[in-house]
Every structure is written in structure tokens, then in C-alpha cells.
């Protein structure tokens, strides 16, 4: 009787125990054994309820964190994935960049050549003109002198 009475006073005890110790614990199993030896079909129904919770919540607690576990690695690829594109998106415009550049000192350098060609047509012209008008100022010097040995 005495056992009874102190059984059913440590029980809301032993319950809260028993909730907050993993059933794997050594502590759970000391906890439990030495106040119920000999377990009554009361004591014994909510043992197994008891384990039958701890059990729900460590399957929930898993599938939890299985779900957390999934997710996490879905954003992690995702993120990674995000990481890969924007490294490619650069790459891309870095080239683009790049290729525009060779563009446009292709053009500056086409542009000079004109322009050195340009001023190579006209310094041949001012050199022709230069020597036309030399050939014609001797030939007016010759006439010249023609003239007065005529004379």
C-alpha cells in the first residue's frame, strides 16, 4: 500500500522525467525500473503511451528535420545554380566587353589609316602642283631667254 501511494505521487514526476529524457538515455531506464518493478496494467498503459508519444514526436522531429534537411539542400542548389548563372551572365558581358573593344580600336585604327591616306593624296597633290608649277616657271624662264637671244 505504501508502495502504491508513493508510486502515485512520483508518477506526475516520473511523467515529466520520462518526457524530457530521450527513452536511449541510461537515466530514463534508472528512472523508470526502480519505482515500478513490478508494473501495475495503469502504470503499464501509460509507460506505452508514454513511449508511444516520445516515439510520434522523435518520428515527427525526424520528418521534420528530413524536410528542413530537403529543403535546405533545394535552396542550396538553387542558390548555387543562381551563382553559376550570374558567373556565366558575366563571363558573357566581360567578352562582350571585350569584343566591342577590338571593335572599336578596329575602327579607330581604319579611321587613322584614312587619314593618313588622306594626307599622303594631299601631300602628293601639293607635290605635283609644286612641280608643275616649277616646270612651268622654267618653261617661261626658257622662253624668256629665248626671247632675248632672239632679240
Same mark, same amino acid.
Given at each position: 500500500?505504501?508502495?502504491?501511494?508513493?508510486?502515485?505521487?512520483?508518477?506526475?514526476?516520473?511523467?515529466?522525467?520520462?518526457?524530457?529524457?530521450?527513452?536511449?538515455?541510461?537515466?530514463?531506464?534508472?528512472?523508470?525500473?526502480?519505482?515500478?518493478?513490478?508494473?501495475?496494467?495503469?502504470?503499464?498503459?501509460?509507460?506505452?503511451?508514454?513511449?508511444?508519444?516520445?516515439?510520434?514526436?522523435?518520428?515527427?522531429?525526424?520528418?521534420?528535420?528530413?524536410?528542413?534537411?530537403?529543403? @535546405?539542400?533545394?535552396?542550396? =542548389?538553387? %542558390?548555387? $545554380? *543562381?551563382? /553559376?548563372? !550570374?558567373?556565366? +551572365?558575366?563571363? &558573357? #558581358?566581360?567578352?562582350?566587353?571585350? @569584343?566591342?573593344?577590338?571593335? =572599336?580600336? %578596329?575602327? $579607330? *585604327?581604319? /579611321?587613322? !589609316?584614312?587619314? +593618313?591616306?588622306? &594626307? #599622303?593624296?594631299?601631300?602628293?597633290? @601639293?607635290?605635283?602642283?609644286? =612641280?608643275?608649277?616649277?616646270?612651268?616657271? /622654267?618653261?617661261?624662264?626658257?622662253?624668256?631667254? &629665248? #626671247?632675248?637671244?632672239?632679240?
Amino acid at each position: 500500500m505504501l508502495n502504491r501511494s508513493l508510486t502515485l505521487k512520483l508518477l506526475p514526476l516520473v511523467i515529466v522525467l520520462a518526457e524530457a529524457l530521450p527513452m536511449n538515455s541510461p537515466a530514463y531506464g534508472q528512472i523508470i525500473r526502480p519505482i515500478s518493478p513490478q508494473p501495475e496494467s495503469f502504470q503499464e498503459r501509460m509507460r506505452q503511451q508514454q513511449e508511444e508519444r516520445t516515439q510520434q514526436t522523435q518520428e515527427q522531429l525526424k520528418e521534420t528535420w528530413l524536410r528542413q534537411n530537403l529543403q @535546405q539542400q533545394q535552396l542550396q =542548389q538553387q %542558390q548555387d $545554380f *543562381t551563382r /553559376q548563372r !550570374q558567373e556565366l +551572365i558575366r563571363q &558573357q #558581358q566581360f567578352r562582350l566587353q571585350e @569584343q566591342e573593344t577590338r571593335l =572599336q580600336q %578596329q575602327q $579607330f *585604327t581604319r /579611321q587613322q !589609316q584614312l587619314r +593618313i591616306q588622306d &594626307q #599622303q593624296l594631299r601631300q602628293d597633290q @601639293q607635290i605635283r602642283q609644286q =612641280q608643275q608649277f616649277r616646270l612651268q616657271e /622654267q618653261i617661261r624662264q626658257q622662253e624668256l631667254r &629665248q #626671247q632675248k637671244e632672239n632679240l
